[in-house]
């Protein structure tokens, strides 16, 4: 009998179902691994083993071990960044090395290059420079203090006086594994995603959605597709990916920005090689008739990926929303509005019966896949959305 080949998956999460899924597809045993043990997406994988993503020796060890042929990053930078440098130890495919993975997914890399290149990226500063300093040398009042290694909005402020200064320092600090911190340009716009695959540098294939947040204003709950960013931007914003592509020599695979735009201009936030999370593969899949999710298991697998339609022709509307609470307390079921309801079009749900909610300003219980007829239909009722579905308390 002919043994399988393994593919280690740097977590286990409900972003992660997707390429579980195409990884078994491919005829590949799934190896998952992370810290939480009780995560949905385990339950998919054929093994399972403990282990945190981001200690990148770790990773290495069970990869030596368990003698992988692939390794696939999670919807997480530190992940990807374990998985670039295991792929360096290894000489396995679908990787840049793990200098330039730092390059891209640590901002203050990532805004030291983007200087360097001219990038559309918002102004920044180093971060041993005081409130006054920066107030003078930049002349606008308003910035945000980041650490350079998460996501998600973690450890992420706002900042329009002294005080907050102080406070966002050391909440960036807090939440930082290398403890490092970036500070920026405060841009106003509305939220947006370019997610591309880039073959030779080029970008041969390209899906853009709007980004809504929540409570938390710097975490995605929500995504539309299309997007409403003008297409004068996303073409200007594709020719800023195979600028950086270029300037880095990147290899092959996915190259996903996250961009700020308004009336006049656009900025590029970020940038990441990786999978997104909350099931974003799948209104991807379903908008462009493109299986997003195999494509990125065939690039980690070193094959050769074609496109062969870029597009879906029909006009269709697709939505992804994460389900959350309106405020702490006992989980008593989930509301969803009839209005809502005819537009579900597939839902993944992990909120435990009688689950005590906290922190719901940041947790996520499920994932509803929405169809539309219409792109007002979907705008109006994606605005609302939080009053339409969510966990009662």
């Not at 983007?114 to 102004?123: D, G, R, S, V």
């Not at 914003?237 to 735009?261: C, M, P, R, T, Y």
């Not at 990786?274 to 494509?295: A, F, M, N, Q």
């Not at 079009?345 to 896949?369: A, R, S, T």
Request: proline residues 3%; charged residues 25%; contains cysteine.
């Amino acid at each position: 009998m002919i043994k399988k080949k393994k593919i280690l998956i740097l977590n286990g999460s409900h972003s992660e179902i997707p390429l579980i899924l195409s990884a078994k597809k491919k005829g590949l045993k799934v190896i998952t691994t992370g810290n939480n043990s009780s995560l949905i997406g385990h339950s998919y994988a054929d093994e399972y083993i403990k282990c945190d993503f981001s200690d990148k020796d770790k990773i290495l060890d069970i990869a030596i071990n368990k003698k992988i042929s692939f390794i696939c990053a999670p919807a997480h930078d530190l992940g990807l960044l374990s998985a670039a440098y295991v792929a360096e130890k290894l000489n396995l495919p679908g990787y840049d090395n793990f200098d330039t993975s730092q390059n891209v997914h640590h901002k203050d890399k990532f805004k030291f290059i983007a200087k360097q290149i001219n990038l559309k990226t918002p102004e920044n500063f180093s971060s041993d420079l005081s409130y006054n300093a920066i107030q003078k040398k930049s002349n606008f009042s308003k910035f945000i203090i980041k650490p350079i290694d998460m996501g998600g909005g973690l450890g992420i402020s706002i900042i329009d006086n002294v005080d907050l200064f102080k406070k966002g320092i050391k909440k960036a600090f807090s939440k930082s594994l290398s403890q490092n911190i970036v500070i920026e340009k405060f841009v106003d716009g509305s939220l947006h995603s370019l997610t591309t695959y880039i073959k030779n540098k080029k970008i041969v294939f390209s899906h853009h959605d709007d980004e809504l947040t929540y409570k938390n204003p710097f975490q995605v709950y929500s995504s539309m597709a299309p997007g409403s960013m003008p297409y004068d931007q996303i073409n200007s914003a594709k020719k800023e990916l195979e600028l950086f592509a270029n300037h880095l020599n990147l290899v092959d695979g996915v190259l996903h920005a996250q961009i700020i735009s308004n009336k006049s201009d656009f900025f590029i936030i970020e940038l990441t090689r990786r999978c997104s999370g909350d099931l974003y593969p799948i209104p991807v899949e379903l908008k462009t008739g493109v299986p997003w999710s195999d494509i990125i298991i065939k690039s980690y697998m070193g094959e050769d990926v074609i496109f062969k339609n870029q597009f879906n022709k029909n006009k269709t509307f697709w939505s992804r929303h994460c389900l959350s609470a309106k405020k702490n307390g006992l989980n008593i079921g989930i509301y969803i509005d009839e209005k809502i309801k005819k537009n579900i079009y597939d839902k993944i749900i992990f909120l435990n019966d009688k689950e005590i909610v906290d922190d719901f300003e940041n947790k996520k219980f499920g994932v509803y896949i929405m169809n539309f007829d219409s792109k007002k239909e979907m705008i109006d009722k994606m605005q609302d959305i939080n009053n339409l579905i969510f966990v009662k308390t």
